[in-house]
């Protein structure tokens, strides 16, 4: 999901071209992606780009979402915590705003506070496992 909210430069659009053909008889048609493709060797750097991208622009709004981003994360996931619930919550606003701005949703939220999931929606929590 991450990968499709990312736009390619319109420059750049034409060498993700895909040639499809409804059945074996019928015309083959083309399509010119606008996103990055899941799968295409680029993708991964594409997308962290991106959100390496928004820290650039939006650290002094968003710090310990910045900081998240930056040193707690591992390819598309952050892995952080706080030394307190209102921290936590803090972290998780600024992660949530500074996502938004590019399009993309907190997803597999967990956390051993349930008060802090308590206003996501079902299925962008991951439960924890013991």
């Given at each position: 999901m991450m990968y499709q909210q990312v736009l390619l430069n319109i420059k750049?659009?034409?060498?993700?071209?895909?040639?499809?053909?409804?059945?074996?008889?019928?015309?083959?048609?083309?399509?010119?992606?606008?996103?990055?493709t899941y799968g295409s060797a680029p993708?991964?750097?594409q997308a962290l780009r991106v959100l390496h991208q928004l820290v650039l622009d939006e650290d002094a709004s968003f710090p310990a979402a910045s900081k998240a981003n930056l040193s707690e994360s591992y390819v598309d996931d952050i892995v952080s915590g706080a030394g307190s619930e209102q921290e936590a919550k803090l972290l998780q606003m600024e992660l949530e705003s500074l996502m938004s701005l590019c399009g993309f949703e907190l997803r597999k939220l967990s956390s051993n506070r349930p008060s802090l999931l308590s206003a996501m929606p079902n299925e962008h929590v991951e439960p924890l496992i013991f």
């Open positions: 750049d659009r034409k060498f993700q071209h895909i040639f499809w053909r409804p059945n074996p008889n019928g015309d083959i048609q083309e399509y010119e992606l606008n996103t990055v993708s991964a750097f």
